[in-house]
């Protein structure tokens, strides 16, 4: 009876290291998904200049992307040399700014320019300046986004 239980608690032990062993391959294969997913995002950010939309089951996925591309890799640094030579990259787009934001900047500029008329003429300028609040908020929310 004692050699049942003892095969019993060897195989559990055995059971348990195998599962965290999976359980940490899984998590490292999920972040090295999401880091390649992440980086074709940019890659088609920078060529097409719109953001790629996830499938309908995916319901959230966000990344800050980063102010500065990261650097390719050189051929010495691959593991696999280029069979061909590639032709120097076209240098990138300058970058535009998002359509959404020059609206609400050229929203906020009008605003302000309204604040001081109005001040000047001695009306009311709290509705404005509660505009201005809102319209810098939204400004600052388009430029996470």
């Known amino acids: 009876m004692n050699d049942v239980i003892n095969e019993y608690q060897k195989w559990k032990q055995q059971g348990e290291s195998l599962r965290t062993q999976a359980k ?12 390649e997913a992440v980086e074709i995002a940019e890659e088609y950010r920078a060529d ?3 953001a790629l939309k996830t499938p309908p089951q995916v319901t959230a996925f966000r ?8 650097a390719k890799k050189t051929a010495a640094a691959r593991s696999a040399p280029a069979a061909a030579p590639k032709a120097a990259p076209a240098p990138a787009p ?3 700014p998002d359509p959404k934001v020059a609206a609400i900047e050229k929203k906020l500029a009008g605003a302000k320019k ?5 001040k000047a003429a001695g009306g009311a300028i709290r509705p404005i300046e509660d505009r201005i609040y809102e319209l810098e908020d939204a400004l600052r929310l388009a430029m996470q986004a």
């Open 63 to 70: 990344y800050k992307s980063s102010a500065k591309p990261k």
């Open 94 to 96: 300058a970058v535009k």
């Open 24 to 35: 940490h391959a899984m998590e490292s294969r999920f972040r090295e998904l999401l880091t």
């Open 114 to 118: 309204k604040l001081e008329e109005v």
């Open 48 to 50: 097409f200049g719109a």
